[in-house]
Structures are given as structure tokens and as C-alpha cells.
């Protein structure tokens, strides 16, 4: 992935071809949007199968609607004017930032934590947010610093303050789960501009010696949860509940699963969280190892659809936003995975187009209209339209 590799990046205001309607609409990846609307409708009839009783109905079709809004939303981002992101990625960074520092100061509190807006008609989670406007800030400082032969203090210095800003923000309210999807998605970006391995190999020697110092910088639940991972049946019925039953539902599936409607687990209430962090246990046990092999085969589709764009993007901007976008997806989707079958610790990552919530899908949608946006404005002969 070397987009202009040993050049400067153009600046932002020299003319840049442009594309008709009619090009556009050919340079649209339509086999991504296909397999959007694969992962949502498989997630909305998972919600369905997890929220059954009075709710059920209200809760679809909230969730209905979030989709509708968000699906149109992700297409006018995608036919948008070709250097609107690039030219604004700092100015959506910093509204993003503002947004977390108004959380921190007035947000509404839930389960413990502070992290949401209320907007009056929906809340707001801006944590979601920053996942998508940490990639762009990142693609375009390195866009314009363009191919940087040797990496020194200088060069990373602006990255990691971008990076560590909004996780500090994102670690008060407290929300580890999304500060760490934050660092990734961020990390991805920086290391595919060209962070050598040197310094690479010494952040990661420098957290290693941190951690006893982060290790204590942890609430008591957060380090419960960890220690959790390794022992789950000390506290079956505390801390250990929730990956407990998650693992038995993963695994009463089998091969072909129990059915649509008729998994145990869920019907009779013992699995937490099964319409949001854990819904992925839900279609584990009702539709077996296949129906979860054929999601992650959709998730796969996406993930390889992106880097593809991301090879073929227009400049260097385009190249690292798309890698960085599809990072973030697929290390969310790995990330909530392994929480649920227990070889991560539970740290609150909802997957991507399934799981209940507003402020996830909005951000996901962004970051495919994002990839699409990319895809239509690649280079002449590269970005065919499936």
C-alpha cells in the first residue's frame, strides 16, 4: 500500500479530475452494499430472536429506522464532492473532541459510565464518532507530510497527541472498550504511513514496562474483568456470568445450531446483554458454527472490499483512510468475538451492523460511505463498480 510512494502529496488546491453521475454511479462498489444489507438483515432478525416479548416490536423498529437513516446517510457521504473530506478532516476531528470534552463535563450518565449526549430525539455516543474522525485527521497529516523517508520524533510527536487526546477523554468516562478500538484504528493508520519497526517494537517494550502503572490506572471492575478471562469459574455468579453463559451458548449450537427462536439460552433469559454486546452469542447458538462461519465470511467480504479500495485509492489520503476504516471494522469485529467466546476480556464492543444501538451503526455506515466515497473517486481504470 504505497500510494505515491516517494512523491509529495498534491496540495489541496490543485485541480483534481472529475466524474459524472453516470461514472460515479459504475465506480460505486455495489457488492459492498450488498453485503451491508446481508449483515444488517441477519442482524435484525438475531435482535429479533433477542428481545422477544412486549418490547420486541418497539425496540425493531427503532432499530429499523436507525438503519434507514444510517443507509442514507452513508449515501450521501459516498457521492459527496471529491476533497470534502480531506479538507475538513481536522475540523470534524476537533467537533469530535469538543463533543467528548462535553461529555466529560455534562454527559448522561448510564450503567456507571459517562459517555452519551442527549440530542433530545436520540443520545449521542461521541466516543463512536471519534473511530472515524482519528482515521481521517491521521490520513490526511501524513498525506500532507507525504512519503517520509525516516521517522523521527518530529514526524510521530502530531500523531500521538492526536491519538492520545481522545483516548484520555474516552478512558474518563470510563470506556475501555472504545478507547482501545480508538488506538487501533489510530495505530493501523500510523504504521501503514510508514512507522518503522524499530519504533514500533520500542512503544511496544514502553507499555510493557507501563503496565503495572496502567494496571493500576484500571477501576476495580475493569481489572475484575480482565482477571476474569483466565478464571471465569471463581465468580460464576459475579463476574464470571456474563462469558459463562456466552460460552454455552456458543457451544449448545453445534454444527447447525438449535434454530431460529429456539435457542435455550436466550429464550429463557440466561445469557446478559444479548441484544447488544453478546448478540453474536445469540446467533451462535441458534444458528450453529454455520450460520457463524457465514457471518464472518460476510465480515470477511467487507474487510477484503475495503483493502482493495484502499490499494487503489486516488492519493495517499484515500490509501491510508481506507486501510485505516477497514481496521477498524474488522479489529471491532475480532475484538467483540473473542470477548464472547472467551479469549478476550469483556470490554463492551458492540459488532458492527448487528448489534442493538444508534451511535454504532451511524459510525460503521460512515466509515462504508466513507470506503464508497473512496472507491468512486479511485483511480481512472482501477475502481469497477462490484
Do not use: C
Not at 510512494?5 to 453516470?22: D, H, I, M, W
Not at 482515521?135 to 510527536?157: N, P, S
Amino acid at each position: 500500500m504505497s500510494a505515491n510512494s516517494g512523491k509529495r502529496s498534491a496540495p489541496l488546491t490543485q485541480a483534481e479530475p472529475t466524474s459524472s453521475l453516470q461514472e460515479r454511479l459504475y465506480r460505486f462498489p455495489w457488492g459492498l452494499l450488498i453485503t451491508l444489507l446481508l449483515i444488517v438483515a441477519v442482524g435484525l432478525l438475531v435482535l429479533y430472536s433477542a428481545v422477544g416479548g412486549g418490547e420486541s416490536s418497539q425496540m425493531l423498529i427503532k432499530q429499523g429506522v436507525r438503519v434507514a437513516v444510517a443507509f442514507v446517510l452513508m449515501l450521501l457521504i459516498a457521492f459527496s464532492g471529491e476533497k470534502f473530506y480531506r479538507r475538513h478532516a481536522y475540523t470534524l476531528y476537533l467537533l469530535v473532541v469538543v463533543l467528548l470534552v462535553v461529555v466529560f463535563l455534562s454527559g448522561v450518565i448510564g450503567m456507571g459510565a459517562r459517555r452519551w449526549l442527549d440530542l433530545g430525539v436520540v443520545r449521542l455516543q461521541p466516543s463512536e464518532l471519534m473511530k472515524v474522525a482519528l482515521v481521517l485527521a491521521l490520513a490526511r497529516y501524513f498525506h500532507d507530510r507525504g512519503a517520509i523517508k525516516r521517522f523521527g520524533w518530529r514526524e510521530i510527536w502530531p500523531p500521538l497527541l492526536m491519538l492520545a487526546l481522545p483516548m484520555a477523554l474516552i478512558l474518563k468516562q470510563p470506556d475501555l472498550g472504545t478507547a482501545l478500538a480508538v488506538a487501533a484504528a489510530g495505530g493501523v493508520v500510523i504504521f501503514v504511513a510508514g512507522l518503522p519497526w524499530r519504533i514500533l517494537i520500542g512503544g511496544a517494550l514502553a507499555a510493557a514496562a507501563a503496565a503495572p502503572l496502567l494496571w493500576q490506572g484500571l477501576h476495580d471492575y475493569q481489572r475484575r474483568r480482565v482477571m476474569t478471562l483466565f478464571s471465569p469459574e471463581e465468580d460464576p455468579l459475579g463476574a464470571g456470568y456474563h462469558i459463562i453463559q456466552s460460552k454455552i451458548a456458543v457451544g449448545s449450537g453445534g454444527i447447525v445450531g438449535k434454530g431460529f427462536l429456539a435457542g435455550s439460552q436466550n429464550r429463557l433469559d440466561f445469557l446478559p446483554e444479548r441484544h447488544t454486546d453478546f448478540i453474536f452469542s445469540v446467533l451462535a447458538e441458534e444458528w450453529g458454527f454455520i450460520g457463524a462461519l457465514g457471518l464472518l465470511g460476510l465480515y470477511g467480504l467487507i474487510i477484503a472490499r475495503g483493502l482493495h479500495i484502499a490499494l487503489n485509492a486516488r492519493n495517499r489520503f484515500g490509501m491510508l483512510a481506507a486501510t485505516g476504516l477497514t481496521a477498524m471494522v474488522g479489529l471491532q469485529v475480532v475484538i467483540n468475538i473473542g470477548m464472547v467466546i472467551g479469549l478476550l476480556p469483556v470490554v463492551g464492543i458492540p459488532l458492527p451492523l448487528v448489534s442493538y444501538g444508534g451511535s454504532s451503526m451511524l459510525t460503521i455506515m460512515i466509515a462504508m460511505g466513507l470506503l464508497a466515497h473512496i472507491n468512486i473517486h479511485a483511480k481512472p481504470m482501477s475502481g469497477g463498480g462490484v
